[in-house]
């Protein structure tokens, strides 16, 4: 072999040991089920009901935007070394329509997990993954996927199924209490991210941000006098999130910012706690 061929070939040696190192740093060793999801609430789900079983990682960092977040090339090639991938499941969601429906396309072996089906889809809200009735639904297709895949470890996951819904009927019992005499009451929040909850507890939900665009001059005017008229003590803003036009409606109304992370992983946790926000800024 030649000098240049023994160059190529030391050289695509390399790339190849990059490829598959970066593949498989995410994964921790012993055996256990790769699991790749879009952010980090799925993980939440998956290891409730994987247990340990599973290895799961989240490709979107916390405060990440679904509209502009890039994958870094590791992330897209562990995506395709993975034995599962959860996907929020909607088109809207646009990390997922943009970069990962065409590279699961190449990759046939991959178990693929939409948590959106048999979930209603509201007008550019993908964020099925806040409210108990819609996370009850995405649990069950979890179940459903792993189980098939992987039917010796069906008694481990219908245990943890069982002891994860159990969870997610008594916060909905919470809730249901929490917001029971505000039926009708709205909120304002910058981005629409808990339209399935206002669904869910008759609570109108007023969203600053549309479509991923800021306010005209025009809406801001009109969101001052809805805040104003509805008496809106505090405005929900999101972690990580441009707090510039909510900033000037509240100023205007007299209201102050509430910040709240859909984005936290400890999913059970976050919800009450968002609840509970959520009801200090409802307004008439």
Known sequence: MSYPQLKT????????FILLGAATLSF??????????????????????????VSVQAVMPKYADHDTFDPTPKQ????????????????????????VDPLIRKHPGLTIID???????????????????????????????????YPS????????????????????????????????????????????????????????????????AQYLRNLIHQAKERKIPAILVQKGFDHKSASAVATEAGSRLIEIDPLEKDWLTNTWQMAQKTKEALGQ
């Open 9 to 16: 070939a030391f050289t695509l040696f390399i790339l190849l």
């Open 28 to 53: 921790a060793a012993g055996g256990k089920i790769k699991v790749i999801v879009s952010i980090l609430p799925q993980a939440y789900f998956v290891e409730r009901i994987g247990g340990d079983r």
């Open 76 to 99: 897209l090639i562990a995506i395709s070394q993975a034995d599962v991938y959860v996907k929020i499941g909607l088109p809207h969601f646009y990390f997922e329509s943009k970069y």
């Open 115 to 149: 948590m959106s089906k048999g979930i209603a889809p509201l007008p550019d809200d993908p964020h099925i993954w806040i409210a108990p009735h819609t996370v009850r639904i995405s649990a069950m297709n979890i179940y459903q996927a792993l189980a098939e895949r």
């Open 153 to 216: 470890d069906v008694p481990c996951f219908k245990k943890n199924l069982d002891a994860f819904l159990n969870d997610i009927e008594a916060l909905d019992v919470k809730l249901g209490t929490l917001f029971e005499d505000r039926k009708g009451a709205a909120f304002m929040i910058f981005h629409p991210a808990l339209g399935y909850l206002a669904e869910r507890y008759r609570l109108k939900q007023i969203v600053i941000e549309k479509e991923g665009k800021s306010p005209s």
